[in-house]
T-cell receptor, first 118, second 115 residues
Framework: AQTVTQSQPEMSVQEAETVTLSCTYDTSESDYYLFWYKQPPSRQMILVIR??????QNATENRFSVNFQKAAKSFSLKISDSQLGDAAMYFCADTPGAGGTSYGKLTFGQGTILTVHP | GAGVSQSPSNKVTEKGKDVELRCDPI?????LYWYRQRLGQGLEFLIY????????KSGLPSDRFSAERTGESVSTLTIQRTQQEDSAVYLC?????????????FGEGSRLTVL
């Protein structure tokens, strides 16, 4: 079974500042992927960043980066130079890799609402 | 189409009625998923299709819920005898089902309100 925990129901940040969203997970799979998805008020989930568990290097996508601590099962998202358009609900998720018992099925955390203040 | 399309966008129904929610995945995506999202909550897995077979139905909350998929195309989620606790946004997602990304592409969801 997989569980994903986001301990911060809400976070806020000033425009242009940096914010870090926390996520921990628990999985029995040896191969898995981790994701951060963003859900703006339009409801559509949008992929922000993806990390393959077998890669030690932290993923980066422009202003978004992760701190992946495999031993601690931690996967935090850092947003640099925050913009008003970053305001949304952010979900951490994981899925087993090929051959896993629930291959392809994403397990989501409860989400963190991010507010960006001008 | 270019993205995952869901209909209806919003549905209001009376308790006890049946509803059908439709999902058109991205062309070529073999995997299709249904999730439920209650207000202010995370996403709750309902069912997964690979092609038109459903290897994982473990998330369907009761036998009032069923889903089918035609080939690698449209899927329909049916809720019979709706209850107020069924009120939620139902999200559909599709993906290649391959190990190269694991990424899912989501529709905008169908908001169901049961009065």
């Amino acid at each position: 079974a997989q569980t994903v925990t986001q301990s911060q129901p809400e976070m806020s940040v000033q425009e242009a500042e940096t914010v870090t969203l926390s996520c921990t997970y628990d999985t029995s799979e040896s191969d898995y992927y981790l994701f951060w998805y963003k859900q703006p008020p339009s409801r559509q989930m949008i992929l922000v960043i993806r990390q393959e568990a077998y890669k030690q290097q932290n993923a980066t996508e422009n202003r978004f980066s992760v701190n992946f601590q495999k031993a601690a099962k931690s996967f935090s998202l850092k947003i640099s130079d925050s913009q008003l358009g970053d305001a949304a609900m952010y979900f951490c998720a994981d899925t087993p890799g090929a051959g896993g018992t629930s291959y392809g099925k994403l397990t989501f955390g409860q989400g963190t609402i991010l507010t960006v203040h001008p | 189409g270019a993205g995952v399309s869901q209909s209806p966008s919003n549905k209001v129904t009376e308790k006890g009625k049946d509803v059908e929610l439709r999902c058109d995945p991205i062309s070529g995506h073999t995997a299709l998923y249904w999730y439920r999202q209650r207000l202010g909550q995370g996403l709750e897995f309902l069912i997964y299709f690979q092609g038109n077979s459903a290897p994982d139905k473990s998330g369907l909350p009761s036998d009032r819920f069923s889903a089918e998929r035609t080939g690698e195309s449209v899927s329909t989620l049916t809720i019979q005898r709706t209850q107020q606790e069924d009120s939620a946004v139902y999200l559909c997602a599709s993906g290649w089902g391959g190990a190269n990304t694991g990424e899912l592409f989501f529709g905008e969801g169908s908001r169901l309100t049961v009065l």
